[in-house]
């Protein structure tokens, strides 16, 4: 049966290349809004972190009608170290929307999602979005995304993918880059006819691929896919079998059922094959399971998803200052709490150490294990973590580290300081594209010459660089690489900062503290130009004297502290020391608080060395 009244379609695209703002439009001229309705930009970014950083974390559904026909939409995430969340929806859906912007073109992520597009054989329809910028090279990136195309062997069919040019903050689309359209018609015509409708069984044995997992604290556990065959009714028997494990299977009860209807889920007493529904009944349910009839258990492949590239151990917080600001610090809490994540995310992989107050976290990249760590100190989690590192794999008897593809758009003024900087992290330059007064510089780079590369690049390009990073590949291991080149202020005792401590620490380099701040010996409290580690004593107080005079305190003038983000502060860390994350701070500290210790422990490896 071919269901003519519904398409399912992805959105993906690059980061930053206007996916969410353009789902907006479809909502609003797809009749989800009332006319007077006042509705937040980016509406499908509900999370707060995803508001605050203006980037999309999770992927999610939501539904749009168009004369009568049904157009299931999934915004992905266009940053690469979320790229699982891209992997598993697509099992959901038809065709995919490609954005791409006037102006950049394709991007390593753009790659990178297109590949797994091609990969599932969907039908790909090309949106050029953004054509309203003032410097949109509009005719020139359908070439550039059928190159892409070329390079990626896609079928020829592929290569005759429509192309609808939009700007998605205006709301308009047009089938011709060189004229201005007036609405997203064009667009939605484009869907209808380009992405097949679901051609499905809706008699036989039902069956349902999980893609997404959500929770709702009245009915428990919800799965989200496609309906694969038959239907799904509310109070039918199911049974939950895995693609690896058809032997360890559940049985349940569906309890509640919906559809999505705009950003509502619509409760439905039945849905068909074809239909991208929501359900609950398993307490168990996980990504990648299969919900069939018992009388037919046939579990449905999933996505393989990439393997991650980066770990970081999660340790339970030991500092002087524990439990004063979080409301889960035992290891048990933390345990629980990583475990439970990888219900959620597919592409997140938590492993046991040989302590207890300690776990290997291991994903995509920095800013995927970044958010999770965010995420856990706002609900009120206290834990230490140490500096990312690259995950090592032996192949062909070879030892091999993990490669990204890095493109950086910066003023042409700057290239010569970026190319020393990543030819020190041993970087090669694969392609330089002149962009008006801008160029492109495509590198390959080991994907540890990154860490804490993203501060420097800033300062480097005065902060007009843009640069992006996705996984290459692994290649023989490139050897050692130049290590941080600043040094670290440590304090040298317990108690508060003040101003006079504080003064004279300044002069041995920049300070990450103000005054009133609780710090303990072994906390770093600033950086010093000179590679080497620095003691300080910004607790230290001015003498009393006789010859003091009034108001001599006040004179005494302190430069801005740095204070770091989460993200900034991972970059900054060094091999020996880690992050403390509370609800309310964020302090970095040595593995070794005592002073003479950390003294001895340098001298033994000075000798040994």
Known sequence: MIRSNLRNVAIIAHVDHGKTTLVDQMLRQGGIFRENQSV?????????????RGITILAKNTSAMYHGIKINIVDTP?????????????????????????FEGPMPQTRFVLQKALDLNLRVIIVVNKIDRPDARTSEIGDEVLELMLDLGADPDILDSPIVYCSGREGTASLSWDEPGEDLAP??????RTIPAPDVDTEGPSQMLVSCVDYNEYVGRMAIGRIERGAFRVGQEIQVCDYHRTETSTRGRITALYQFDGLKRTPVEEAVAGDIVCLSGIETINIGNTICTPACVEPVAFVKISPPTVEMTFMVNDSPFAGREGKFVTSRNLRDRLFRELLRDVSLHVEETDSTDAFRVLGRGEMHLSILIETMRREGYELQVGAPRVLMQEIGGVLCEPFEEFVADVPAECVGSVMEKLGARKGELVQMTPMGSRMRLEFIVPSRGLFGYRSEFMTDTRGEGIMSAVFHDYAPYKGELPGRSVGSLVSFETGEAVTYGLFNAQERGSMFITPGTPVYAGMVVGCSPKGDDIVVNVCKKKHITNMRAAGSDEALRLVSPRIMSLEESLEYLGADELLEVTPKSLRIRKRVLDHSERMRIASKNKAQS
């Open 40 to 52: 937040q930009e980016r509406v499908m970014d509900s999370g707060d972190l995803e508001r605050e």
């Open 78 to 102: 266009g940053h690469a170290d979320f790229g699982g969340e891209v992997e598993r929806v697509l099992k959901m859906v038809d065709g995919v929307l490609l954005l791409v912007d006037a």
């Open 187 to 192: 667009l939605f015509e484009t869907i209808v």
